[in-house]
């Protein structure tokens, strides 16, 4: 049997639906199971043994424009898959897989794209499954008839092979990290918008704070568009940093967080790769609901005040950001030093 999933378009989506790619697999272990996600996607689920390929879907670069989908669907079409798993909740990830000709699609009836499905999964209403999203995903394969239950991972993880993580280590070397010191990554920026965002002068109070007690060095990681943010932490740090932010892909940040001690960040996919590959997470939520998207990891501090308008699950905030600036760089450098204290260090 050949089957197509169509991944998730967020990284922290991506890890959080890594548990039913994993039971997709083993309940069809013979399967040839190729995952059309966007390319950053597929950078993360590369080397995680869920699937025999995978695509890329690229509606910025060779897929964009109104000719793009429908040579993304001639490609699959020409693939001759057997059915389709829509892990991805839009419109198009069902016209996507009916163009293709993909005689069974499965997916959650919701978005209008009912009738373009063989079999439309009814969405979970509220309290039907727990709330964290990894149930979301899972709960898709359960109606499906793909599994008995609901598993629960205590740990998402992601695979680094020792290759990379080896690199890693010398590029941040070679970047100006010292090879024998703890290291506190921080991931400032959120793809989703600026509510999600705690203020970079307060990020920079709260490790000035810390490094006053506590010997590390600051790694700040972003995409290029987190620039602005970064340099603001990086000015009024009194220590200077290792600024990566812009200068790394996704596809190495898994193994470059590997090779840190802590994460300090907002609700972001770069929270969640690091969770995944095993670092102690300081995470500070406002608008979104960590019950939901939390980072699936034991080793998670989550710093959160709750005024009456939150969870609002706004990309950008109306009125005062109240979520955000309710939280004390104070709070954040007392969770971050008893984090810090629980890493194994030689």
Avoid at 11 to 29: E, F, K
Avoid at 226 to 245: F, M, Y
Wanted: hydrophobic fraction near 45%; charge should be positive; include cysteine.
């Amino acid at each position: 049997m050949k089957i197509m999933i169509r991944a998730t378009n967020w990284v922290g989506d991506a890890i959080m639906a890594l548990p039913a790619l994993r039971a997709v697999r083993q309940r069809h272990p013979d399967a040839t199971i190729s995952i059309v996600a966007r390319p950053y996607v597929a950078e993360i689920y590369r080397d995680q043994q869920i699937s025999d390929e995978l695509i890329p879907y690229d509606p910025n670069g060779e897929h964009q424009g109104w000719r793009g989908p429908e040579k993304l669907a001639s490609e699959l079409r020409a693939r001759k898959f057997d059915l389709a798993l829509l892990l991805q909740n839009a419109f198009d990830a069902a016209w996507l897989a009916w163009r293709a000709q993909i005689p069974q699609r499965i997916g959650y009836a919701r978005d209008a794209r009912s009738l373009l499905l063989t079999q439309s999964i009814p969405v979970p209403k509220t309290g039907e499954i727990p709330p964290h999203e990894k149930f979301y995903y899972l709960e898709l394969l359960r109606r499906a008839g793909w599994l008995e239950q609901l598993p629960d991972e205590l740990h998402i993880m992601l695979h680094v092979p020792d290759a990379a993580r080896q690199r890693a280590q010398q590029a941040l070397v070679e970047a100006g990290a010292r090879p024998h010191a703890r290291r506190i990554a921080v991931g400032a920026g959120a793809s989703y918008g600026s509510a999600k965002c705690w203020p970079p002068d307060r990020f920079a109070k709260a490790l000035n704070s810390l490094l006053s007690r506590a010997d590390a060095d600051v790694i700040l990681f972003g995409t290029p568009a987190e620039l602005p943010v970064s340099t603001a932490i990086a000015s009024a740090l009194q220590r200077a940093p290792i600024n990566l932010t812009g200068k790394t892909s996704i596809a190495n940040l898994p193994a470059l967080l590997s090779q840190c001690h802590l994460f300090l960040g907002n609700d972001s996919g770069a929270m969640h790769v690091a969770a995944a590959v095993g670092l102690p997470v300081v995470a500070v939520f406002g608008p979104t609901d960590p019950e939901g998207t939390a980072p699936v990891t034991p080793r998670l501090t989550i710093v959160q005040q709750k005024p009456y308008c939150s969870p609002c699950f706004l990309r950008r905030c109306p009125t005062d950001h109240r979520c955000m600036t309710a939280v004390t760089p104070s709070v954040v450098e007392s969770a971050l030093h008893s984090a810090l204290r629980e890493v194994p260090f030689a």
